[in-house]
């Protein structure tokens, strides 16, 4: 490891980063400075654009993927080698805003019927039923489910913050269900390599495969199952600044995305016609 990466990495650890941040932020800087095959602090603001450039018209990198570029190497420049350039030196692509598609209740109820193993359909629903990310349902642990409060404890999820979401009746069943027969220890949801939780990617496959077994044309990530969870709250009435909480969103304009795609907003006002 070089003394400018190691740098950076302890940069990162002092303020805390996630450790996927961490890595992907390493990854990014070192694919700029193997590219013109020269230290970063050799390289400027030239070599960035000629980098973003290369990136948009050959690579066709969305803009959420050059944003993830960008940030990397702002930090680099700006907190590590205490370069005082400008924004217009690193520029941050304009991101299209784009809605969810939401699954209906009853496309949900389906595409939970069509997943045969008991360990896969309890992550999903689990996901599903307390709107949590891939990340936060994979690394839960036994003694997270609190049976006698009727809540699920979420231990540091995005942005490093510890949060409480509700668990309801019918989880609670299918969750015992789950435990009676895979009698997991440590982690809710383990590997097959003993001490390791499931990984995302195998949460993801399970979805794809459930999602071509339901014939469910809309598309399905276990993230639209967090969408699906914040909206049909919506739809039945839930605040919005509760399900702020419940989602761990730092920002109440956030959740209020959900308000353009929930029905009981979209189709509140009646229709001309």
Sequence with gaps: MTPLRQRMLHDMQIRNFAENTQKSYLVQVSSFARNFRRSPELLGPEEIRTWLVYLREE????????????????????????RHWSDDDLPLPKKP?????????????TFFESIASLKQRTILMTAYAAGLRVSEVVHLKVTDI?????????????????????????????????????????????????????????????????????GITKPITPHSLRH??????????????????LMGHRA???????????TSTVCATPEPL
Excluded at 252 to 262: D, G, P
Aim: proline share 5%; glycine share 2%; net charge positive.
């Design 59 to 82: 690579r066709k990198l969305a803009p959420a993927s050059l944003a993830a570029s960008i940030g990397a190497l702002r930090f680099l420049y700006r907190v590590t080698l205490k």
């Design 97 to 109: 805003v784009r809605l969810p598609v939401i699954l209906s209740l009853e496309e949900i109820t």
């Design 252 to 262: 109440l304009s956030t959740t209020a995305r959900y308000l353009k795609v929930a």
């Design 146 to 214: 609190d049976s006698k409060r009727m809540v699920i404890r979420v231990n540091q999820g995005k942005n490093s913050r510890d949060r409480y979401v509700m668990l309801s009746p019918r989880l609670l069943e299918i969750l015992r269900l789950y435990w009676q027969d895979a009698h997991p220890r440590e982690w809710l949801f383990p590997r097959n390599i003993p001490g390791r939780p499931i990984c995302r990617a195998a949460v993801a496959q399970a979805c794809l495969i459930a999602r071509k077994r339901s």
């Design 228 to 245: 699906a969870f914040a909206t049909h709250l919506l739809e039945a009435g839930t605040d919005v600044r509760r399900i702020q909480l």
